[in-house]
């Protein structure tokens, strides 16, 4: 079983900056793959990145390239989210999501919902 723990959401002015963090409880071998997602009110959900915790190759959205960096620390069993240059249509829940693989593609994952077989919570944030 896996679980994980988001946390780290908030609101900002734009501009500014977040870290979220997505902590993971159970088996490591099911979270080689960690990713996160955002979805707005109304939008539909965009996978905006994610991580091979063995290779440490990571995806980004075109829409938040040079702005977010996907990090993690395997000591913690925690990757995260630095968020910089916010802009209002940041504002989302994101949602921290994890796998044993990563798939071929994010935006097909994200369209799919059912790519990874763990998510969290929730965090929100919001960019004002």
């Known amino acids: 079983h896996v679980q994980l723990v988001e946390s780290g959401g908030g609101s900002v002015q734009a501009g500014g900056s977040l870290k979220l963090s997505c902590t993971v409880v159970?088996?490591?071998?099911?979270?080689?793959?960690m990713a996160w997602f955002r979805q707005a009110p109304g939008k539909e959900r965009e996978g905006v990145a994610r991580?091979?915790?063995?290779?440490?190759?990571?995806y980004y959205a075109d829409s938040v390239k040079g702005r977010f960096t996907i990090s993690q620390d395997n000591a913690k069993n925690t990757v995260y989210l630095q968020m910089n240059s916010l802009k209002p249509e940041d504002t989302a829940m994101y949602y921290c999501?994890?796998?044993?693989?990563?798939?071929?593609?994010?935006?097909?994952?994200?369209?799919?919902?059912?790519?990874?077989?763990?998510w969290g919570q929730g965090t929100q944030v919001t960019v004002s």
């Open positions: 999501a994890a796998d044993h693989t990563c798939p071929p593609s994010m935006i097909a994952a994200a369209n799919r919902g059912t790519d990874f077989g763990y």
């Open positions: 159970g088996s490591a071998s099911k979270s080689r793959c």
């Open positions: 991580i091979a915790t063995g290779s440490g190759n990571t």
